[in-house]
């Protein structure tokens, strides 16, 4: 049964229970005149009604601000069906403070299905209007279904995943010309022996070089080569191998291009003012960048199983890190908001929404690229994320949990390289740390190559205190071009010392020892 086009639309806005009994009220002529009518888009549902076990479809307007559902008595009249009516008090106001009285109301069986059926309550009003179902047949017939949990519609990291799941799959090449390895000139080409590989990773070798020669990484070398190098053989964490090249000689002649690298201060700079963080990281990156094929022939190794010469741009090649920076940068340097160090890129937003555009631009360039993202090391969407040997987030910079890690878990050094690996990495996490000078000086004596080595007392007490140190390193602000700058400075017969603060919180420190000449001249 459908209802007539020029019908009114009548909204009810509250219903009130009377004490007495009152008069049908018959306000068609009104609210012709006077409803205000609205002109947004409105939803309809068809229904059946049963009436006396007698159907009749009847087209209802949805509406979630009624409280009650209204059946017209010209509707009513049609149906021509006897039914059983009730009596009522209530009182209802129509949308333009407009007063009903229902005199009567029924139940009927509804169902936009024919097979379940539920009773509802219908008022019955005399006025030319469109039927309403109110908020609660709208639930009852499940038109609407509350949601008690608010689903945040960002995408998860899986999904993210997925949905670029040819970014994150495969091996990627950028879309340049074949690099070309310069050499000196009146270079010496150099054949260095094989190394021995134990038996135990003979068979996994072979399974990578199988491997690497179906991906087009590699190809068997069955004639003579001017150059060939030693393999390295790296176990990777996860258990694979990776495959570098010795090439001590002939990186000695190599024509490096001497692209300048980006300093991570000045990256970490950048990111002033950013709140949300994502880190892709080129899957295999040196891979991308293709050999032409005289550098291919250049790049041949030794292995059990023959000669191999790579396509790609292998690891170990003096010039590799500044190719591949300079053609990551020509490929991905004009989208603002990330930063490229490397085979990493780190996208920073103020928000989320920035943040999620600056993503999608990286993803969709890397797609039409073909350029790959490893999907392991993906850090998406966090607040907080470990970039450049450090954790990045809104509130400042700190060290990589891993790296302090690495020094407090290091057993006390027994040899003079052992004491120097262990200042190159506190040195690593000097800017972290006041006055570090202070507290490596008993260290740095006994790496005196004029000095035998003798671990003391005093080098006892400084290697405990730099542990004890490195536990509780500050959080350092960003460096802001725009805020105040503070400088304080001390110094000493032993060394200068130096820290800058911006809005009350450090933002590196410096530090170094006197030399020799410089404590001559110090005075008390």
Same mark, same amino acid.
């Given at each position: 049964?459908?209802?007539?086009?020029?019908?009114?639309?009548?909204?009810?806005?509250?219903?009130?229970?009377?004490?007495?009994?009152?008069?049908?009220?018959?306000?068609?002529?009104?609210?012709?005149?006077?409803?205000?009518?609205?002109?947004?888009?409105?939803?309809?549902?068809?229904?059946?009604?049963?009436?006396?076990?007698?159907?009749?479809?009847?087209?209802?307007?949805?509406?979630?601000?009624?409280?009650?559902?209204?059946?017209?008595?010209?509707?009513?009249?049609?149906?021509?069906?006897?039914?059983?009516?009730?009596?009522?008090?209530?009182?209802?106001?129509?949308?333009?403070?407009?007063?009903?009285?229902?005199?009567?109301?029924?139940?009927?069986?509804?169902?936009?299905?024919?097979?379940?059926?539920?009773?509802?309550?219908?008022?019955?009003?005399?006025?030319?209007?469109?039927?309403?179902?109110?908020?609660?047949?709208?639930?009852?017939?499940?038109?609407?279904?509350?949601?008690?949990?608010?689903?945040?519609?960002?995408?998860?990291?899986?999904?993210?995943?997925?949905?670029?799941?040819?970014?994150?799959?495969?091996?990627?090449?950028?879309?340049?010309?074949?690099?070309?390895?310069?050499?000196?000139?009146?270079?010496?080409?150099?054949?260095?022996?094989?190394? !021995?590989?134990?038996?135990?990773?003979?068979?996994?070798?072979?399974?990578?070089?199988?491997?690497?020669?179906?991906?087009?990484?590699?190809?068997?070398?069955?004639?003579?080569?001017?150059?060939?190098?030693?393999?390295?053989?790296?176990?990777?964490?996860?258990?694979?191998?990776?495959?570098?090249?010795?090439?001590?000689?002939?990186?000695?002649?190599?024509?490096?291009?001497?692209?300048?690298?980006?300093?991570?201060?000045?990256?970490?700079?950048?990111?002033?003012?950013?709140?949300?963080?994502?880190?892709?990281?080129?899957?295999?990156?040196?891979?991308?960048?293709?050999?032409?094929?005289?550098?291919?022939?250049?790049?041949?190794?030794?292995?059990?199983?023959?000669?191999?010469?790579?396509?790609?741009?292998?690891?170990?090649?003096?010039?590799?890190?500044?190719?591949?920076?300079?053609?990551?940068?020509?490929?991905?340097?004009?989208?603002?908001?990330?930063?490229?160090?490397?085979?990493?890129?780190?996208?920073?937003?103020?928000?989320?929404?920035?943040?999620?555009?600056?993503?999608?631009?990286?993803?969709?360039?890397?797609?039409?690229?073909?350029?790959?993202?490893?999907?392991?090391?993906?850090?998406?969407?966090?607040?907080?994320?470990?970039?450049?040997?450090?954790?990045?987030?809104?509130?400042?910079?700190?060290?990589?949990?891993?790296?302090?890690?690495?020094?407090?878990?290091?057993?006390?050094?027994?040899?003079?390289?052992?004491?120097? !690996?262990?200042?190159?990495?506190?040195?690593?996490?000097?800017?972290?740390?006041?006055?570090?000078?202070?507290?490596?000086?008993?260290?740095?004596?006994?790496?005196?190559?004029?000095?035998?080595?003798?671990?003391?007392?005093?080098?006892?007490?400084?290697?405990?205190?730099?542990?004890?140190?490195?536990?509780?390193?500050?959080?350092?602000?960003?460096?802001?071009?725009?805020?105040?700058?503070?400088?304080?400075?001390?110094?000493?017969?032993?060394?200068?010392?130096?820290?800058?603060?911006?809005?009350?919180?450090?933002?590196?420190?410096?530090?170094?020892?006197?030399?020799?000449?410089?404590?001559?001249?110090?005075?008390?």
């Amino acid at each position: 049964m459908s209802v007539p086009e020029n019908e009114l639309d009548v909204y009810i806005d509250s219903v009130t229970v009377n004490e007495t009994k009152c008069e049908m009220i018959n306000c068609t002529d009104s609210i012709d005149k006077n409803i205000e009518m609205v002109s947004e888009t409105t939803w309809y549902k068809s229904i059946t009604l049963d009436v006396n076990h007698k159907c009749f479809d009847v087209n209802f307007k949805l509406d979630t601000g009624a409280e009650v559902n209204i059946l017209p008595l010209y509707i009513l009249n049609m149906f021509k069906v006897k039914s059983k009516l009730s009596e009522t008090n209530l009182s209802l106001t129509t949308y333009g403070n407009f007063k009903l009285k229902p005199d009567v109301y029924l139940i009927i069986n509804c169902s936009t299905n024919k097979l379940k059926s539920v009773p509802l309550p219908f008022y019955v009003v005399n006025v030319k209007s469109k039927p309403i179902l109110g908020l609660k047949g709208c639930k009852e017939l499940k038109f609407i279904e509350r949601i008690d949990a608010i689903e945040c519609s960002v995408i998860s990291k899986n999904e993210l995943i997925k949905q670029y799941k040819d970014v994150f799959t495969g091996i990627g090449e950028f879309p340049s010309e074949p690099y070309y390895i310069t050499l000196k000139d009146n270079s010496v080409p150099v054949i260095q022996p094989p190394i !021995r590989v134990p038996r135990a990773l003979q068979p996994m070798l072979k399974s990578t070089l199988n491997n690497l020669e179906k991906e087009g990484i590699v190809s068997k070398v069955n004639k003579p080569t001017d150059w060939v190098q030693s393999l390295v053989i790296v176990e990777k964490p996860n258990g694979n191998l990776r495959l570098c090249l010795d090439p001590r000689d002939l990186n000695k002649v190599i024509r490096r291009e001497h692209y300048q690298i980006p300093c991570t201060d000045d990256i970490i700079s950048r990111l002033e003012g950013k709140k949300i963080f994502s880190v892709v990281d080129l899957k295999d990156g040196f891979w991308h960048v293709p050999l032409d094929e005289v550098s291919s022939e250049i790049c041949t190794c030794n292995t059990p199983f023959g000669r191999y010469k790579f396509n790609k741009l292998p690891f170990g090649i003096v010039s590799a890190p500044e190719v591949f920076q300079k053609e990551n940068q020509k490929l991905f340097g004009d989208i603002e908001g990330i930063e490229i160090y490397f085979d990493d890129i780190i996208v920073a937003g103020c928000n989320e929404d920035s943040h999620d555009a600056i993503m999608s631009k990286v993803l969709e360039r890397a797609r039409s690229l073909n350029i790959k993202f490893n999907s392991d090391k993906l850090q998406y969407g966090e607040s907080e994320v470990k970039y450049v040997g450090q954790i990045i987030s809104k509130s400042g910079i700190k060290p990589d949990p891993d790296h302090i890690k690495a020094i407090v878990a290091m057993p006390t050094p027994k040899s003079k390289i052992e004491v120097r !690996r262990l200042l190159g990495m506190v040195n690593f996490l000097s800017k972290f740390i006041p006055n570090v000078f202070k507290f490596t000086a008993p260290l740095r004596e006994i790496i005196d190559e004029k000095v035998e080595f003798n671990w003391r007392k005093e080098q006892e007490l400084s290697f405990v205190n730099i542990k004890e140190l490195l536990a509780k390193t500050p959080i350092l602000k960003v460096f802001s071009a725009g805020d105040e700058i503070i400088i304080q400075c001390d110094s000493s017969k032993d060394g200068l010392g130096s820290f800058l603060i911006q809005k009350g919180q450090p933002v590196s420190f410096v530090s170094r020892s006197s030399t020799n000449s410089e404590k001559n001249y110090y005075k008390k």
